[in-house]
Nanobody
Framework: QVTLVESGGGSVQAGGSLRLSCAAS????????MGWFRQAPGKEREFVAA?????????KFADSVKGRFTISRDNAKSTVYLQMNSLQPEDTAVYYC????????????????????WGQGTQVIVSS
C-alpha cells in the first residue's frame, strides 16, 4: 500500500521560511516523479513544484514560486522536500505531496491528474 505523509507545515510571518517533507512508503519511488501541490480555501488545487527521478537534474516550478521555493529528494530515504523561502500570505494553503507511479524516468509534470497517489496534506499559514 502506497503511503505519502507530509510534515513541516505551520505558521510563519511573511518573509519567513518553512521546509516541508514527504515520506513515501509502500513502493520504490526513486524512479518516479514526485510533486507538491497546494489548495487554498475556496480555490482549486494548484501545482507548486515537481522533481524528476534524479535530484538536481530535473525540476519544475509554478511561476508564483520560482526563485523562492526549491524541491529536492533523498531516494535513500524515500523522502521529498520543499524548501519555502520568502513566504507571503498568498502562499497560505494546505500543501499536498503527490507521486506519479505509472511512468518511470519521465520528466516532472505539473498536471494534477497525472499523479496517482496523494498525501493527507499539511497546513501552511503565512501572516502579514
Amino acid at each position: 500500500q502506497v503511503t505519502l505523509v507530509e510534515s513541516g507545515g505551520g505558521s510563519v510571518q511573511a518573509g519567513g521560511s518553512l521546509r516541508l517533507s514527504c515520506a513515501a512508503s509502500g513502493r520504490t519511488f526513486s524512479s518516479y516523479v514526485m510533486g507538491w501541490f497546494r489548495q487554498a480555501p475556496g480555490k482549486e488545487r494548484e501545482f507548486v513544484a515537481a522533481i524528476g527521478w534524479r535530484s538536481g537534474v530535473s525540476t519544475k516550478f509554478a511561476d508564483s514560486v520560482k526563485g523562492r521555493f526549491t524541491i529536492s529528494r533523498d531516494n535513500a530515504k524515500s523522502t521529498v522536500y520543499l524548501q519555502m523561502n520568502s513566504l507571503q500570505p498568498e502562499d497560505t494553503a494546505v500543501y499536498y505531496c503527490a507521486a506519479e507511479l505509472d511512468n518511470p524516468y519521465r520528466s516532472p509534470t505539473g498536471v494534477v491528474d497525472e499523479y496517482d497517489y496523494w498525501g493527507q496534506g499539511t497546513q501552511v499559514i503565512v501572516s502579514s
